[in-house]
């Protein structure tokens, strides 16, 4: 079953489609647990107190490196399925949705950018089969040498996996099973940013009407 889950969650250019079944593909990927708020994404990016390297290997997110374009992403994995990169919470913040079956179970990939450049990826499987779900979480940590030997030990002690340069992978599984990708670049957190609404005064909005409704006649 490695073998088989391992290709799911890794190889490139997805042959799986969505069938959103009647909704669009917006309202889809909104009822997504994905990070959207400014809150949010600092959580995320905020790296615990006791964060320690345990692999030699390069946390990357299906291959695709940290600091990478949303050009070079899509070269790599092949047309996202969705892309919001408006009326987001965070200045830059663009996202984009993959979405393929690991056996029965839906998995939808999202790939965040900050800015142009790829900073977290989330990998979401809903509400996986308890066999399926600690097979892909093994062939995760296989990945990374950190499978453990015995079975007594817990594979959730083995997170998260953090590479030299503070990449780290976290894994959450209440009902939906996620591994989230963290850059550790420590540049990223300071950048972090609300967007503010831009109110236009009433002034303004009423000379533009009058100006288009002139045009209309002229």
């Known amino acids: 079953m490695f ?3 391992w290709k799911a969650l890794v190889s490139g250019k997805s042959k799986s489609r969505l069938d959103v079944g009647g909704q669009t593909k917006k ?10 708020t400014v809150a949010s994404m600092r959580n995320v990016l905020t790296a615990p ?21 949303i050009r ?25 949705f993959y979405f393929s079956y690991v056996g029965s ?17 989330q990998t979401i499987v809903k509400t996986p089969k308890p066999a399926r779900g600690q097979a892909i979480v093994k062939s995760v940590l296989s990945k990374y040498n950190l499978l453990p030997e015995t079975g007594n030990v817990s594979l959730e002690d083995s997170f ?39 109110e236009i ?8 009407a009058f100006q288009e409704q002139v045009l209309r006649h002229v």
Request: hydrophobic fraction near 40%.
């Open 3 to 5: 073998t088989s889950v």
């Open 27 to 36: 309202d889809y990927f909104d009822r997504v647990n994905y990070v959207r």
């Open 49 to 69: 107190k006791q964060l320690q390297a345990n692999t030699r290997q390069e946390v990357t997110f299906r291959g695709l490196a940290f600091g990478a374009t």
């Open 72 to 96: 070079q992403a899509k070269r790599l994995l092949g047309r996202p399925e969705f892309r919001v990169h408006q009326e987001l919470d965070v200045v830059g913040h663009e996202v984009l």
């Open 105 to 121: 179970a839906k998995m939808t990939q999202c790939l965040h950018f900050l800015h142009g450049k790829f900073i977290m990826g």
């Open 160 to 198: 998260p996996i953090c590479d030299g340069a503070n990449h780290r992978i976290e894994m959450h599984h209440v009902f939906d099973l996620t591994l989230t990708y963290i850059t550790g670049d420590p540049e990223v957190l300071p950048m972090i940013a609300k967007v503010q609404p831009v």
């Open 201 to 208: 005064p009433k002034g303004s909005y009423l000379r533009r």
